[in-house]
């Protein structure tokens, strides 16, 4: 090792009772805010009082950790690195302070965000939010879309608290917990003549077909199925999300293939039925996820369970 790598490692190498823990807060609400302005005020502190803090901490950790950007302050690799170590850290260190804090769903005034999709929202946030009402009165439910953030780092930050969905190939940093797995069904208005008689593959493939361009997995694969069986090339209505599809059925000839569940939710108010269609499809698992440094944390706990009492099958 030459002589930079070895002051460098000795430089990062800092026993815990040389850190100001409050220097630790500092570095978690910059990381989860980019602005010293939002930190600041989410600590209750002057802003010369957290660019202070975080002059203390680059000396001590040898590295700028945040650095100003037009779009904020953006962490280091390294910051990247620690925030999730610090934040477990913290989490343990603020259950451990508080044994007997406890949550309180009757009178918490708490702000829940979950991360879902457009299909996740029609069928998850009606019932979560009647649920609320009776249960937990003054709580706030955000929903946000998934496939517009980086889930795991808002997770880690603090700002999403759940993500709800069939989401893949996510990080090892978030714990899941299976609420169901439903089907792929067709959609189409309730007079539609696809309702009436079997259902074949030629019968289904001549049908006029609406695709849903979801390019997130898992749903770019049932478009993939659909397009190896014959739907595609002719297809002349596509729109990229699902949330406006049952509007577009019911008062046309087309028809489309969505999760069950949307189909179930949108069937009465659109005057919609549904086929199980004749392709082999792989069903859809939806599952939720949390972050492992809130995972004794009490009201995420309350809302996972509330997420598993109203949807697990």
């Known amino acids: 090792m030459d002589a930079h790598n070895a002051a460098a490692t000795t430089r990062i190498m800092i026993e815990p009772h040389t850190i100001d823990l409050n220097l630790l807060s500092v570095f978690q609400e910059v990381y989860r805010e980019r602005q010293i302005s939002s930190a600041a005020k989410r600590l209750g502190l002057s802003q010369s009082a957290v660019s202070n803090a975080l002059a203390r901490l680059r000396r001590a950790f040898g590295d700028e950790l ?15 690195q620690m925030a999730e170590p610090i934040g477990v850290a913290m989490a343990q260190v603020a259950l451990a302070l508080n044994q007997r804090s406890r949550f309180d769903p009757a009178t918490s005034q708490r702000r829940f965000t979950l991360a879902m999709t457009d299909v ?7 019932a979560l939010i009647e649920r609320c009402r009776v249960l937990a009165p003054l709580v706030e439910i955000s929903s946000v879309r998934a496939g ?3 889930v795991k780092e808002e997770m880690e930050g603090g700002r ?9 190939d996510i990080s090892e940093a978030l714990y899941q917990r299976q609420l169901f797995r439903q089907p792929y069904v067709t959609m189409f208005r309730k007079a539609h003549p696809l309702g009436r008689g079997k259902v074949d593959l030629a019968r289904f493939v001549a049908s006029e077909h609406m695709l849903v361009d979801a390019h997130e ?12 069986a014959g739907i595609g090339p002719n297809v002349r209505f596509r729109v990229p999300h699902f949330t406006a599809v049952p509007y ?14 949307l189909a179930e939710r ?17 069903a859809l698992q939806t599952n939720v996820f949390w ?14 369970g509330l997420m598993a009492d109203l949807f697990a099958e």
């Open 160 to 168: 999403v608290d759940l993500a709800v969905g069939p989401f893949e």
């Open 266 to 282: 949108a069937a009465l108010p659109f005057g919609l039925a549904w086929i199980a269609p004749p392709l082999d499809l792989p």
């Open 148 to 150: 517009s953030l980086n």
């Open 291 to 304: 972050h492992r440094r809130y995972n004794q944390d009490p009201g995420n706990q309350w809302l996972r």
């Open 217 to 228: 997995s898992p749903y770019d694969r049932i478009n993939g199925i659909l397009v190896r």
């Open 66 to 80: 945040f650095v100003r950007t037009a779009s904020g302050m953006q962490p280091t690799p390294l910051a990247t």
């Open 120 to 126: 996740g929202e029609i069928y998850f946030m009606p």
């Open 248 to 261: 577009m059925v019911a008062t046309s000839d087309l028809v489309v293939t969505v999760p069950q569940k």
